[in-house]
């Protein structure tokens, strides 16, 4: 018989995603739409996600989207 004797393996952490993981996630779609980074054949299948994450970011308080500007009138 052989006397090893076997070490606890640390446990590594299961994977997460955090809010401000996906903040990021949002301005990275963000840069690469204003750089041309996503061709106009893709957009249609990157849109639907960016909605839907920054309407759960929303939901979370992580976010505000901006009010739409008031028109100003002039008199």
Do not use: W
């Amino acid at each position: 018989m052989s006397d090893q004797v076997e070490t606890p393996q640390p446990e590594t952490p299961a994977p997460s995603l955090s809010i401000q993981d996906l903040v990021a996630v949002c301005k990275i779609m963000q840069i690469a739409s204003q750089r041309g980074a996503i061709q106009v054949s893709e957009m249609s299948q990157v849109g639907p996600v960016y909605d839907r994450i920054v309407a759960f970011l929303e939901a979370n308080g992580a976010v505000q989207r901006p009010a739409p500007a008031a028109e100003e009138t002039a008199q």
